[in-house]
């Protein structure tokens, strides 16, 4: 694996490597880096910046080296499988299609992993509270493609239980053992006529950039970012769920009980939609203030479509709370039947409560930490 050819990134991320942080400060210089690439933004800017996340300050998780796709004009994207007729499309093919765009956060499972290492170690890349961004994504609906190859936009004939789309990369990694990064939704989930699961050509506006997925990548709204996969090879209709090692020996909720000796992946399914989460982002872990009133901000976002029904924000470790008031910035694109298009983006609707302690959802593999984000505030007199 070949890590001189990454992009440039914006100096204030914070990296997550899996170096020990002693070792980390020698390999300021980036070519010296000899693994993925995977950063946060800070706390303040995530939310400060703007309701959606710049580019620049967009959580980077990779698993291997940023492939380079160089040649556009020869990129094209196989359709294979469980199809009538495989197809060969490429980008100006898939922008001939219609251009849907959609306000999506995507989440990483692993998101705010370090706080639940602090309960008992979990496997993983360490990631604070911003392993997560809202991004206006444009490109073709998946809906839209499989047409092409004969597969109705009709999900109501579809039977329950069925076929798998399977998304395949460009990218190597080493849990693939060298092959390529890959995962898979149902197919039901991809056809329904309400279906935005897209394959973006654009984020914010402007063409993807080699880290968020160049020259394009899935977006599936409301579910982990594993995934949305990116630098998109291929598609393949499948009969069954993808057996990726993303699928089938990672990203899996186990309860507590669970650790390395005892576990048996093929007992759990792959985690897909995310639940709900809230953290506050204007403040540190341990933070001291004068004495007199305080604002707190940060996210709230839920899955699977879900919006956000009520943030509650509690100053003496849950006995009493107050209900946070709910703000979202102007100029978010409305899709084209008139209903807001914010669903898949946080400060939205849902209904479900996250866990109180961190304890009860600990699991090995340190996924979806989103028990009740908890700071310390000390007045100065
Ligand atoms: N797709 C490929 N091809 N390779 C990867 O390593 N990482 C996944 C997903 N898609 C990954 C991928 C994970 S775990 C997450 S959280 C998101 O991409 C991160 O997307 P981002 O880097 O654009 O924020
Ligand atoms: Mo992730």
Redesign the pocket.
Known sequence: SDYSQEPPRHPSLIINSRLDTSIKKNFFCKSLIQE?FNAEPSRSPLISSSYVTPVDL???????PV?IVDDIERYQVSICGLVEKSMELSIADMKKLPKHIVTAT??????RRTAMSKVKTVKGVGWDVC?I?NAIWGGAKLADVLELVGIPNLASITPLGGKHVE?I???K?KEENGG????SIPLIQATTSDSEVILAYE?NGEPLNR???YPL??IVPGV?????????DSINIIAEECQGF?MQKD?KMFPPKINWENIDWSTRRPQMDFPVQSVICSLEDVTKVKPGKITVHGYAVSGGGRGIERVDVSFDSGKTWVEASRYQKTGIPYVADDKCSDKWAWVDIAANVQPENVEFIWNLRGILNTSWHRIHIHTEH
Request: charged share 20%; proline share 7%; net charge positive.
């Open positions: 993925p967009f959580y980077k998780r990779n698993h291997g492939p995507l989440q990483c499972a692993g998101n392993a961004g998304f990369s460009v990218d990694c390529p990064y890959k995962a984020m880290d968020h997925g990548r899935v982990i970012g594993a995934r949305s996969v990116k630098w998109l993303f990203y």
